[in-house]
T-cell receptor, first 115, second 115 residues
């Protein structure tokens, strides 16, 4: 069964460092997303990406964040200068689009710890 | 703006009993999709069930059913014959189907199944 894969599963970084989280969405999917979940809290939308551009972003997704689809398979989230409050689980998701159920398929998450 | 409300932060259920997890939503869009996801302690997000706003019948997937009451804007998840493995966090979520944009999550309900 196709799945969304994320790397790394866990990253520890120092405050102020740049971090890149990587995702490989399901190959025939057209819509890509990043979500964030601070420990024990709700799952928060960060950004959606379609047709090689951001289609929507939340207020959390400020200038410190960027997304890129550098080739036909990877979808990355970059945090330029990490802050303590960026510590969270980051989920990548993708969906097929069209007239399907619109189910989001989630990766297993990348846990970011900022020290 | 979309809004999802889950008023039960935690629930207990006896093994083999049925349990209902509440979810209400608010949207001005006539076309939307409703989801339930399960998040076990390992952290991954597992899709359980989907209900489209125009679907005539309540969705069912094995032991999961979605009690969709459109006029009341509720989409409760019913788990029949609870199993110990059902102990997890459960998130209700909503999506604007037309835009295929973000999915908005509720705050979640932590379900614990008691032997």
């Amino acid at each position: 069964e196709p799945e969304v894969t994320q790397t790394p599963s866990h990253q520890v970084t120092q405050m102020g460092q740049e971090v890149i989280l990587r995702c490989v969405p399901i190959s025939n999917h057209l819509y890509f997303y990043w979500y964030r979940q601070i420990l024990g809290q709700k799952v928060e939308f960060l950004v959606s990406f379609y047709n090689n551009e951001i289609s929507e972003k939340s207020e959390i997704f400020d200038d410190q964040f960027s997304v890129e689809r550098p080739d036909g398979s990877n979808f990355t989230l970059k945090i330029r200068s990490t802050k303590l409050e960026d510590s969270a689980m980051y989920f990548c998701a993708s969906s097929e689009g069209g007239t399907t159920t619109g189910e989001l398929f989630f990766g297993e998450g990348s846990r970011l710890t900022v020290l | 703006a979309q809004k999802i409300t889950q008023t039960q932060p935690g629930m207990f259920v006896q093994e083999k009993e049925a349990v209902t997890l509440d979810c209400t939503y608010d949207t001005s869009d006539p076309s939307y999709g409703l989801f339930w996801y399960k998040q076990p302690s390992s952290g991954e997000m597992i899709f359980l069930i989907y209900q489209g706003s125009y679907d005539q019948q309540n969705a069912t997937e094995g032991r999961y059913s979605l009690n969709f009451q459109k006029a009341r804007k509720s989409a409760n998840l019913v788990i029949s014959a609870s199993q110990l493995g059902d102990s997890a966090m459960y998130f209700c979520a909503m999506r604007d189907v037309r835009g295929y944009q973000k999915v908005t999550f509720g705050t979640g309900t932590k379900l614990q199944v008691i032997p």
